[in-house]
């Protein structure tokens, strides 16, 4: 089992800055487990941001791949989202997700946190 906890999300300005963390716990030996970024906005389908496998491949969403950033410390098993020049539209709830395969930006991954909130105003 792995336990995932986000955090950093916030209220910020359009244009602004944010990083994303999730603390991943349980059996997350290193280069064993897989993990990405999603985030869902009300009303809409649950969308793959990025995420890096146990071999340290990236995956990006094309749309999104210019303004945020995936970075794995595998030290201290936490995932990072650097997200840069926000958007309203970027508004939504994030979530961490990890597996003991690559699913790259696929849906279908095991283990998922609780999500953390971002919120940018124009």
Do not use: H
Request: proline fraction near 3%; glycine fraction near 8%.
């Amino acid at each position: 089992q792995v336990q995932l906890v986000e955090s950093g999300g916030g209220s910020v300005q359009s244009g602004g800055s944010l990083r994303l963390t999730c603390l991943a716990s349980g059996n997350t030996y290193s280069n064993t487990i897989a993990m990405a970024w999603f985030r869902q906005a009300p009303g809409k389908e649950r969308e793959a941001i990025a995420a890096v496998d146990m071999y340290g491949v990236m995956n990006y969403a094309p749309s999104l791949k210019d303004r945020f950033t995936i970075s794995l410390d595998n030290a201290k098993n936490t995932l990072y989202l650097q997200m840069d020049s926000l958007k309203p539209e970027d508004t939504a709830m994030y979530y961490c997700a990890a597996d003991y395969i690559s699913r790259k930006l696929d849906p279908w991954y095991q283990f998922w946190g609780q999500g953390t909130q971002v919120t940018v105003s124009s």
